[in-house]
């Protein structure tokens, strides 16, 4: 054998996909493979999910109240605005891009959804699909002067942050602030609907785990006809009844305060289908191609401006689907309203869930993983009575801490060939 077959050997060893690791040596060899993962710095969500742990631990200790059903109940509440926003800059952080406008979109689209069910006189319904297709419109705005124009996103963005937040002004008028007077309206029951039966949380939990099952299983099946490694149908099973044991431990808290809360119920739904539109569709796999490479997507015949524009109108759309979320959980809009705090709490749970700054790694569940880190710190802070200063100081670390482990991750991939 010449020299460079018995190097090219060792070579092609550590390139075996992992799938195929599991399958010729069980779960020994999944474990081999995982720990080779986190020692070329595939980390994946190991550190938010530690860190996650971590924090409820410190503030449980500190007061026995932090995760107890009711208070779980109202985190969960309130996450969902800057989720919503955070899963939309899911889908730019992809490209390697940012977007500075979302948290100026939320605060103009909130506005919209008042004003035009308060004094337009629109229904509750209509009004929000009038501040949604705003927010699309404000997105595909900002994608196109970035796609088609070539302005570099940040200057668009910055200029979206500024012009929205004027547009908001505008709409609110010289009140400044709009109340959502109805209490049983439409967007009031966004965030005020409980489902009180015990049986509807343990539903929403088995159909969850049952989609996620047969969503992987269609995958793993797909990939084996096209003769590529995949997932054995053991570890499916075993990765399903995991997230349905997770769920259904969820669903008791849930029960054991008011029932299941609606809005984390929609969050959800919106992560399962960003989820699927990312692993599962050509345009997801368009997505991640752009982010990786953007002259070799470009080559390989993607329509890279259309994908760009697509993604800032999934931000802007997101946008303004938080921005209800926050006019329903303060059953009202003010002129401070979701403003900048909002922007800058959804970037960093982006990124502090997993997302590569760098472009071309992330997944829709970054933004749970993440703004649960981001308003856990809030919410546990409050709860102890600690300043918004310190609060923001804490934030502020965290999100380093994620950047560095990125960048850090980063390196080791590309000092082991794997980046």
Known sequence: MSDTDQTAAPAAAAQVDPRLILAQGGVRGYLREFWRRVRGGELGSIPVVVGLIVIWAIFQSLNSGFLSPSYLTELSINIVATGMLALGIVFVLLLGEIDLSIGSVSSACAAIVAVANQTWGLSEGLSIVVAVAAGLVMGLIHGFFFAKIGVPAFI?????????????????????????????????????????????????????????????????????????????????????????????????????????????????????????????????????????????????????????????????????????????????????????????????????????????????????????????????????????YAQYMVTGIVLLAAVVIDSVSRRSQKASGRA
Not at 156 to 169: E, I, N, P, Q, R
Not at 175 to 182: A, D, F, K, M, R
Not at 270 to 287: D, E
Not at 339 to 362: C, D, E, H, K, P
Request: charged share 10%; net charge positive; glycine share 12%.
């Open 156 to 388: 668009v963005t910055l200029a979206g942050l500024l012009g929205w937040l004027g547009v908001s002004l505008w709409v609110l008028g010289k009140t400044g602030s709009y109340n959502l007077t109805n209490a049983n309206g439409l967007i009031d029951r966004l965030t005020n609907t409980y489902f009180e039966q015990l049986f509807w949380g343990y539903l929403v939990a088995i159909v969850v785990a049952a989609v996620y099952f047969l969503v992987s299983l269609r995958g793993s099946l797909a990939r084996r006809r096209a003769g590529v490694p995949a997932r054995s149908v053991t570890e499916v099973i075993v990765r399903s009844a995991v997230l349905a044991v997770v769920l259904l431990a969820v669903a008791v808290v849930f029960n054991q305060a008011r029932g299941l809360p609606l809005a984390p119920v929609i969050f959800l739904a919106f992560i399962l289908l960003a989820g699927f539109v990312l692993n599962h569709t050509s345009y997801g796999r368009k997505v991640f191609a752009v982010g990786g490479s953007v002259e070799a997507a470009r080559r390989a015949g993607i329509n890279v401006a259309g994908i760009r524009m697509s993604v800032y109108a999934i931000s802007g759309t997101m946008a303004a689907i938080g921005g209800v979320f926050y006019a329903s959980v303060n059953r009202g809009v003010t002129q401070s309203g979701t403003g900048q705090q909002i922007l800058m709490y959804a970037i960093a749970a982006a990124v502090i869930g997993g997302t590569s700054l760098f472009g071309g790694r992330g997944s829709a569940f970054s933004a749970l993983l993440g703004v649960l880190v981001i308003q856990s710190i809030a919410a546990g802070m409050n709860l102890l009575g600690i300043t918004n």
